[in-house]
Each structure stands twice: as C-alpha cells, then as structure tokens.
C-alpha cells in the first residue's frame, strides 16, 4: 500500500493583512513553508486592494474582505478569475473571522478589530493577539469570550509575548509585578515645549520599531504604553500596582516578570515583530524565525530610566482607568482613538491629546461595568461623540 499519511495543512486567517502586523505575519508564514503548510480561510484589509488582492493570490485565500463597502467593486476585479470569494464591509469582515480557521492573526488597529476577532474566538481558533483594543475596551468580556470558546489567546503585542514567554505558569501565585518596557519613542528627550510643536510627521518616526502609523503616533505619546499596561491587566489578571513601566531606549528587553523572590526574568531579542508574530505561529514548538540574532559585545550598554509622566500623562490615565475599572478602558481607548485623528488632521496639538481623553473621561466616569459587547460598542459610540465636541469646541 502506498497510503502515507498526509499532515493536514494549519489553517491561519489574517484580520488586518496588509498592515504592518498583517504583512510581517506573512512574511513569517512564507519563511515556515507558505503554501506547503499552511492554508489560508480568510484575509481583510481595507484601502489598499491591489495589496491585499496580491496577497490572497500569493497565499490562495479562500476568502478575501476589504473593511471599506465601497470597495467591493474594485477587490471583486482584481481577483476576477481566481475563485477567491469576496466581500466588503463591516458584517464581511465578522465573516471573515468566523471561517473555520485554527488560528487567527488579530491585525486590525483599533475597536474595529473587536467584532470580527470575537467571531473567531467564538468558534473556538486560537487568537494571535496583535490588536490590544480588544483586551482595553472589552478586557473581561473578552477573555470570558476565550474561555467559552476554548481556543487559546496569543500574545502578540511584543511586550505581551515576552511576559507571556517568562511567566511560569505553576508559579503565578509568586509573581509579584510586571515590568513593561518602552522605547520612549521619538520624543524622550524633548521639552513639554517641544513636544507641543511637534507634527504627525516626526512623531511617526519610531527610532527602532517599524510599524503602522496609528501605533507609532501612540508609541510617541505613550498612549500605546498605556493601551498595554490595561492590556496586561488583562492578560495576566494583575492589580494595577503590579504593573510598571520602565523606559528602555534600545528596546532589546521586551518586558519582564518579577517574583516574590526577588528574580526577575526578561525576554530579549532584536526588535523585530516576527519574533512574537512566529512564537504564536508556531507555539508552543518555538521555530526557526529569520530574525537577527543578538550580539551582546557589541550591544555593549542597556539603559533604563523611570518615565515622565509630566511629559507622558498618558501613563498616568491608564492608572486612572483601571483603578476605576468599568467602562472606562474603552472611554480611554474611544476618546484616543477619536484625539489621534484630530491630531493627524492637525486639529489639535500634540499634547492636547491627552487634555482630551482625560476630559472625556471624566465625563463619562459613571461606574457602569459592561454587561455585554453591546454596552462597550454603545459607550465607544457616546465616547466618540464626547471626545469630538470637545475637539470643536478646543478648536
Ligand atoms: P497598520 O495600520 O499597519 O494596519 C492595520 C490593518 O488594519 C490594515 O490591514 C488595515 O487595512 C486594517 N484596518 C485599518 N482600519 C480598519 C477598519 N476601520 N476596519 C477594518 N480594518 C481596518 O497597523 P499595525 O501596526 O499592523 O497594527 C495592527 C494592530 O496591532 C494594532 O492594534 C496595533 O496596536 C497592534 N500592534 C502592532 C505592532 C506593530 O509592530 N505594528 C506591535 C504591537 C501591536
Ligand atoms: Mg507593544
């Protein structure tokens, strides 16, 4: 008989492919093998269909979405041909993350990434979780989501993998803090006075890590650090005072665990997001990733000081937020979201960011605890609205 058995292929779907976190995610998925391993139920993007139409030929995706309804037209033409299915927009996209799939790579920046990521976990994939929306807006109900659904979550978020990586899980009652470290980002050194000048333009331009332009803007301002501290939060069930920031310029520490005995272990690498993106791949088999290898002579110094949060109150706000607790991870995440427009709109300033999701959230600090998904999309919506008329009225 000539009947080997034939490894059925991983099944990996993409939210989000044809951003940073998407295009590295296949990058990673190219190097293990591409289309000898891995098949591909479904992939999105939005705007740029000539990218995302390249990558569900390149990987043979079953099914290929833009988050932009007007598109459908232009995404149906490119794949004229191919048998790909198409779709567009918002209930496509929830589509997409509910095909059968093994894992799913959660890309997608912003709450827009929450609804179709909850359909996978819904069917039980294991969730590669890059977008930290989900964990800040909807922490709880996310991960009670996890638990029905059965799958495993992820960590992407390179900080978020690292702790996940040096967390021993027997060991969890003997954790004492966890420590996150930031770059600084662009404006480490800057004045207040500097700051408040500085355009969307320099502060896109992250000094080590390569990413979307939403997140460099946040790494720039911390906000991103504080999306991850409620993130963490969430991820590691820890209180609030557990968690600390520690800023780490050549961002070769990722993060770190402390424990009760006093130890504390770190995971390092290059910065390089293939590293976290081919952990959760490949987890919980570590594979052989085309990253750069650390050379430690020639590192020769790691810094580390403690952030300004006069300059940075963003860290600030995400205490505040979940000492608060409710609803006001997803005031945070909705009012910033809406002041980061404005600033690259060149609405607002720089530093008015953070005037503007303090203030929102303290008009919509009214202790509600979210129910169901519906009350974090309802206090997104009203959070939206708050933050842009205070945006006009600023103005
Ligand atoms: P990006 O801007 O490069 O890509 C975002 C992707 O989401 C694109 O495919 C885009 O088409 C899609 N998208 C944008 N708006 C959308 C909408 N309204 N509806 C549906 N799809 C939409 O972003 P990124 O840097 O890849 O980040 C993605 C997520 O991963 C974010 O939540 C970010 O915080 C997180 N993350 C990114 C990095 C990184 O290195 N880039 C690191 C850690 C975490
Ligand atoms: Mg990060």
Redesign the pocket.
Known sequence: MNSSPVTPKRRISI????????C?TLDVMTHLGGREAFEVPAI?????IELLAAQARQTGAEFAVT?DPDRYADLKSALAGTGIEVGAGPAA?VEAGARETDLLM?????I??LAPTLAAVAQGADIAL????CLVSAGDLFQQAIAKGGGKLLP???EHNAIFQVLEQDQRHAVDRIILTASGGPFRDYSRDQMAAVTPETAAAHPN????????I?SASMF?KA?EMIEARHLFGMRPDQIEVIVHPQSIIHSMVGYTDGSVLAQLGAPD?RH?IGYAIAYPRRASLPVERLDFARLAKLDFHAPDETRFPALALARTAMQRGGLQGAVLNGAKEIALEAFIDGQIGFLEMADIVAATMDKLDDGRVAQTIEDVYETDRDTRGVAASLISKSA
């Open positions: 939210l989000g492919s044809t951003g940073s976190i998407g590295n999105t993007g939005m705007g740029n988050a996209l959660a890309g997608i920046v912003g827009a990434g890059a977008n930290k929306e992407v978020d390179s890590w390569s990413m979307g332009l939403k997140i460099s946040d991103n999306l997001m976290a």
